[in-house]
């Protein structure tokens, strides 16, 4: 909701960035050829994106110089959802277009890709180097009866073996899919199991945290597990020779005598799959999201060129793994031409400091991390633009789950004269954003800024009304290129479908409360389905977390609204402590006054419970729904997929205390 505090910009573009910004060139040169608003602003650009949803998408297309090898019919055939049909006709690649600096002699010889690990050494590979790896790596899986279509999997940190992997792979026609090594068998072969991959590259182990991990067995159980694979690339990460019956990822893309021909790109229609990607998996098997190669094309353009404002004079840092969308979004920094920046290591070592000092070694312009570790750093005292050289940082972004007003305005003290905060939100499900960055308005505590050109995002009340400057659940009711064109191994598309159109049909029902403000901005509550509801009145987790983890006796908090047999409802908070603290009848009220007077007395938890953990999704997301269903006597094999869990013993907890409570 609108707050007095928050009438008043935390941060505000100076006409100069305006100007200057790729949003605002496209808007005068859409308005010029494509009919778009040229006054307004960007609430007028984007009105139009949406009502005019086949002209923007034209004017996308043109404005980034999309190559189609083959001419499209349309911008839209089908245009319902599910099954909204984008540029039938229309044949192009990916990987090309991600790889078109290359062509540009002026800038062949300049970084691609710059490396870091935790040594804080740098690596570069050059555009030049990045096409001729993935044109030798392409020629390698052709070899290999690797075929449009054909699944290709990653057992990768990230790393730039994993960047031209994935390239070769687009540039084949092949479909890539992915899994972070610090991921167990069990969990990788519930998702790789489902796409049946004919080839495997997989390291011999990482570093993490100051330490070797070794992942020779888990790669050999892989192997054993997955019979469609036809070939195996070692990447020898720790220095290992290739385990028999494998193949040396240096012999794939060294350069033949002679040098390496340039890449053969195959031409794969529009919805062609670029890749999978997977959901958390939490309460069953993880779902297996095939995005296609034209949508994403689109849509990171779009985001990358428009919304983050990048280009070749930028360098792109997010924190990520390969196991997460934002590995995928950052490799798309090359469609603009963008260096990006792949560190491999633990976000908070040696410190927690760590990926600031990545981003003041790297000259990164954007860096992107998680709400969670602004958090952690703020607790910490860490000082940022103190400590470390950033200022060639021009934005700070971060998404995983909300940032709480307290993480905007430690980071607008902290880290930055004049810094753009963008909290985006999006997911796995579109690989993007819904909301998030727009370089031309202003930045309000606690809010995102806008709605995303060609997302007709609404917050939607029970009975499917748009409302304004409430609590809604979040919809798009119009299509988006990079929205699933299937789920794997759901062949009548009922899984899909239930995933996302079942509340409201024919329109995305994302899971998210949201409140979309009077001037356009967005403020995201937490998830739906884990919805807090008393008394009729619906509650964000987010919004308590927020308050509850601003103590500084608080390390984590999980709170949980159960639903009893009897019509009782039991809300629960449970608290990780930080260490030398114990929770006492002090502590106790301090959270529950700090609930009452920031939030409302409704907030207040019926008990306040200390724990050894919380669980997270292997992508650091707070489990929720699976302790729900704990807390209502669910076994722990029906309540969670284990195997999507980063500490699964954390859940004894939690299934014992329902046990004693029954």
Partial sequence: MTTAASAVPLWQPDPARVATAGITRFQAWAAERHGAPAEGGYAALHRWSVDELDTFWTAIADWFDVRF??????????????????????????????????????????????????????RTVSWAELRDQVGALATALRDLGVRPGDRVSGYLPNIPQAVTALLATAAVGAVWTSCAPDFGARGVLDRFQQVEPVVLFAVDGYRYGGKEHDRTETVAELRRELPTLRAVVHVPLLGTPAPEGTLAWSALVESAPGGTAPPVFEQVPFDHPLWVLYSSGTTGLPKAIVQSQGGILLEHLKQIGLHCDLGPDDRFLWYTSTGWMMWNFLVSGLLTGTTIVLYDGSPGFPAVDAQWRVADRTGATLFGTSAAYVMACRKAGVHPARDHDLSRVRCVATTGSPLPPDGFRWLADEAGDDLWIASVSGGTDICSCFAGAVPTLPVHTGELQAACLGTDLQAWDPQGRPVTDEVGELVVTKPMPSMPTRFWNDPDGTRYHDSYFDTYPGVWRHGDWITLTDRGSVVIHGRSDSTLNRQGVRMGSADIYEAVERLPEIRESLVIGVEEPDGGYWMPLFVHLAEGHHLDDALRARIKTTLREELSPRHVPDEIIEVPGVPHTLTGKRIEVPVKRLLQGATLDKAVNAGSVDRVELLHFYEELARTRR
Avoid at 75 to 99: D, I, K, S
């Fill in 69 to 122: 090898a083959t001419p499209y019919e349309k911008v839209l055939g089908a245009r319902t959802m599910p099954g909204a049909e984008w540029f039938p006709g229309a044949t192009l690649n990916y990987a090309e277009h991600a790889l078109r600096t290359a062509q540009d002699p002026a800038r062949a010889d300049t970084p691609a890709l710059v490396h870091v690990d935790e040594t804080q050494e740098q």
